[in-house]
């Protein structure tokens, strides 16, 4: 069994030297129409025909006029690994339909990555529709065998790099955002998928270890309900001393808890009564066991004894972290919970008691966070599940992947749906720049012309609607594609998980805001040149059909 293998069979990520590779990512990972195409490409002698494919999306998601192209660094690692090995083929001669000839297994057994160029724009970029994010060349065999495989690694990446950054961008700079939906994430890839690409996406940390430890990112969490539920009354704590941080000396927490838990029930005018003394009890060994991390999950009635904890915590040299709210209104309890610690700094003359941490959680979307804006909160930190990693206002990203030359001869596939007509030939794709520095319009060109010059003139043309056109002076051009795999090889310096997600910000600030705006964001221009949109009708034109009536 080999390295992919063994990978794949723990459905591990394994080291592959700069970053861990997904060990099921490999080339069976498709679907099995690319490798029957595969065959009879093989047959009809075809293999070597040389084929361009653009893979792009059509529509960005979530109702949003922008897209966040993530996954680039997995497509190379792909291409890099891109080998058949001899199980693969002992299972595709099982599988694939009898006669098929013993010298394409052969052939199989020996294709590699390694004529194909590929052609990216950075990862952590925003992207636009019908703009190929990735264009590929190469042996037709080969650029086909790898649709299925690069649609998948960029699909979910960017969708999930998209969300977060939404989230994100209506939480604002300074909330804290981290990912806590492992167990609601679509499977296990999907849950560490979604850690990555969130992480991308703006989000600070995940609760989900397996992630932080692949992908070097923070892990960060609180605890559950089932900490809290575990403990009826203060007489099950077995433990309640813990040492002065300074001293040294031990002492009894609960102890201090309970008589700064009477004093401040007078501040805040609740009964102790109110309180659960289970809650107080689990409050307290937590806090035994994390004393310089402490951080509880408060239900509507736990500020009390969390407050009294973290005083008792205070009285042996220790400062408590903060809180977690995970039900009821949180604008209000997020509210109530600072009032109370203000409360209590000025009381007991505990100053850093006014920058606790509120963390909020329970099915928080873009809209919670909306509407929790327009309330007025007081919460540092959102921790965001489900409906993050389910993406769930749009579940799918629609990239495709279609060919677009052959030969050097263009193809355009028709369909009635002018959205669904593709752009033939093979592009190139430049961003415009006013001179404030925002990105004005995407421009595609043949890759015969001459690329747009600062300063100078340029004629705009809506792909498909003849009197939408426009002329653009840039005062700064931008070539989207870089050269990322060519001759076998990944041909630049990839960036690491940290500078992607740093140029998902720097990108998103290109953009003007009402791009970004969350209700009916004003569509940024994607365009062709003069010279294209004449390419493109004229071919067309050649390849419609001409109907008769009778
Ligand atoms: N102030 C608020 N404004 C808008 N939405 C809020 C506000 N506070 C909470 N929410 C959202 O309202 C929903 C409340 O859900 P739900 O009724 O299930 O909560 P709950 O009953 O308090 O919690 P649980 O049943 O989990 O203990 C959640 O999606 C939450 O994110
Ligand atoms: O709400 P999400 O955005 O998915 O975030 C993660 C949720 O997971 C945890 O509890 P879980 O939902 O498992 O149980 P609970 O609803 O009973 O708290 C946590 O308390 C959050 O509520
Ligand atoms: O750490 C947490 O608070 C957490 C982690 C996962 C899901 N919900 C909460
Ligand atoms: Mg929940």
């Known amino acids: 069994m080999n390295d992919r293998e063994l990978g794949c069979a723990g459905g591990q990520f394994m080291d592959r030297g700069r970053m861990n590779q997904n060990g099921v990512v490999q080339p069976l990972l498709t679907d099995l129409y690319q490798i029957t195409m595969a065959y009879a490409y093989w047959k009809s002698d075809k293999t070597d025909d040389t084929a361009v494919f653009d893979l792009f999306f059509r529509n960005n998601p979530f109702h949003g006029e922008f897209t966040i192209f993530a996954g680039l660094e997995e497509c190379l690692k792909f291409l890099d690994s891109f080998h058949y090995s001899q199980s693969d083929i002992e299972y595709l001669k099982q599988t694939l339909p009898e006669g098929i000839e013993h010298e394409f297994f052969e052939y199989l057994g020996n294709l590699t990555a390694r004529d194909v160029t590929l052609y990216a724009i950075d990862e952590g970029t925003v992207a636009f529709p019908r703009v190929p994010i990735i264009k590929i060349e190469g042996p037709l065999i080969i650029v086909q065998l790898l649709e299925t495989t690069l649609l998948t690694l960029v699909n979910y990446a960017s969708l999930m790099a998209t969300n977060a950054a939404r989230y994100r961008m209506v939480a604002g700079k300074h909330v804290k955002l981290l990912e806590f939906g492992l167990r609601r994430a679509q499977g296990p890839d999907g849950g560490l998928s979604a850690s990555k690409y969130s992480y991308t996406g703006g989000f600070d940390g995940t609760s989900n270890v397996l992630a932080g430890k692949l992908f070097n990112i923070p892990v960060k969490g609180t605890h559950a309900h089932a900490y809290i539920t575990s403990f009826s009354s203060i007489g099950e704590l077995k433990t309640r001393l813990i040492k002065h941080k300074q001293t040294g000396i031990l002492e009894d927490l609960l102890e201090h808890a309970i008589r700064h838990r009477a004093l401040l029930s007078h501040l805040l005018d609740v009964s102790t009564e109110e309180s659960s003394e289970g ?15 402490f ?196 041909c630049q310096q990839l960036p690491t998980l940290e500078q992607v997600r740093e140029k998902v910000q720097i990108s998103l600030k290109t953009l003007r805001n009402d791009h970004k705006r969350t209700l009916n964001p004003t569509p940024y221009k994607v365009a062709v040149s003069d010279n294209l949109y004449n390419f493109i009708h004229d071919l067309w034109l050649q390849n419609a059909p001409i109907g008769e009536l009778s």
């Open 279 to 293: 809650e107080l009890a689990a409050m307290v060994s937590y806090a035994i066991a994390f004393p310089d991390g």
């Open 295 to 490: 951080m509880a999950l408060v239900d509507t009635s736990g500020l009390l004894n969390f407050s009294a904890v973290a005083l008792a915590l205070n009285d042996l040299g220790y400062h408590a972290l903060g809180i977690r709210i995970d039900s009821g209104d949180l604008a209000y309890l997020s509210c109530l919970a600072r009032e109370t610690f203000e409360k209590v700094a000025e009381r007991f003359k505990v100053p850093w008691f006014n920058k606790l941490t509120i963390v909020a959680s329970n099915d928080i979307n873009e809209d919670t966070i909306l509407s929790l804006n327009e309330q007025g909160h007081k919460i540092d930190c959102f921790g965001i599940g489900t409906h993050l990693v389910t993406c769930q206002r749009q579940p799918a990203l629609g990239c495709v992947y279609k060919l677009v030359e052959i030969n050097g001869q263009p193809r355009i596939k028709l369909s009635q749906d002018v959205e669904k007509v593709t752009m033939p030939g093979n592009k190139n794709a430049y961003r415009l720049y006013s001179a404030d520095g925002h990105a004005l319009i995407d421009l595609l060109q043949k890759v015969s012309e001459p690329p747009p010059a600062v300063g100078q003139k340029v004629l705009c043309r809506h792909p498909f609607q003849e009197s939408k056109r426009a002329y653009v002076i840039p005062s700064h051009v931008e070539s989207l594609y870089k050269v990322y795999w060519k001759s076998g090889k990944i």
